[in-house]
T-cell receptor, first 117, second 114 residues
Framework: GAVVSQHPSWVICKSGTSVKIECRSL??????MFWYRQFPKQSLMLMAT?????????EQGVEKDKFLINHASLTLSTLTVTSAHPEDSSFYIC?????????????FGAGSRLTVL | GNSVTQMEGPVTLSEEAFLTINCTYT??????LFWYVQYPGEGLQLLLK?????DKGSNKGFEATYRKETTSFHLEKGSVQVSDSAVYFC?????????????FGKGTKLSVIP
């Protein structure tokens, strides 16, 4: 079946540094990938839609300069949290589905837990 | 806007007990409805789905029926096992090519004890 891999699965960084999280579709191509943020005991909140070869589409309230998204190939999207602060600590999850399919076949990564000290 | 409301957790059950996790939604039109499961340390996995009113999704002994009149999609299982311990998310989306976005509930943590 379709597999989405995220790396790293967890990361701890100092305040003010930048952290990059990768999302890869291992056995399919994905024109579009999605980045979510999950707070403890909260739902997954869609942050942005990552589009291969073009700019990401950010949800209202998400700082595009803070959360940089790059979708350089059909199998890789990256999320960079720039100048991270403790309030950015969260669980970040990506999802993807094969190009041309819909929400019925979304595959999620295992998530990346970011802790900013 | 669209929203999904799930019952608050955590839910703790003994093995072989009956499970119900309530889910109601607010949406315009006719969304597809989903239940996802997140086992400890893993990503979300699609558990079951229903794409139109009165459809019943089922998988691994879990069932949920799309009830448009009550805007609900409650998850049920007749006899839970320890291996069912996980967080369960109800979600909706308008499905179809290009319509990917899911709206999730907050999740309900289920713990099954032997």
């Amino acid at each position: 079946g379709a597999v989405v891999s995220q790396h790293p699965s967890w990361v701890i960084c100092k305040s003010g540094t930048s952290v990059k999280i990768e999302c890869r579709s291992l056995d399919f191509q994905a024109t579009t990938m999605f980045w979510y943020r999950q707070f403890p005991k909260q739902s997954l909140m869609l942050m942005a839609t990552s589009n291969e070869g073009s700019k990401a589409t950010y949800e209202q309230g998400v700082e595009k300069d803070k959360f940089l998204i790059n979708h350089a190939s059909l199998t890789l999207s990256t999320l960079t949290v720039t100048s991270a602060h403790p309030e950015d600590s969260s669980f970040y999850i990506c999802s993807a589905s094969p190009t041309g399919t819909g929400a019925n076949v979304l595959t999620f990564g295992a998530g990346s837990r970011l802790t900013v000290l | 806007g669209n929203s999904v409301t799930q019952m608050e957790g955590p839910v703790t059950l003994s093995e072989e007990a009956f499970l119900t996790i309530n889910c109601t939604y607010t949406a315009t039109g006719y969304p597809s409805l989903f239940w996802y499961v997140q086992y400890p340390g893993e990503g979300l996995q699609l558990l079951l789905k229903a794409t139109k009113a009165d459809d019943k999704g089922s998988n691994k002994g879990f069932e949920a029926t799309y009830r448009k009149e009550t805007t609900s999609f409650h998850l049920e299982k007749g006899s839970v096992q320890v291996s069912d311990s996980a967080v369960y998310f109800c979600a909706l989306a308008y499905s179809g090519a290009g319509s990917y976005q899911l709206t999730f509930g907050k999740g309900t943590k289920l713990s099954v004890i032997p």
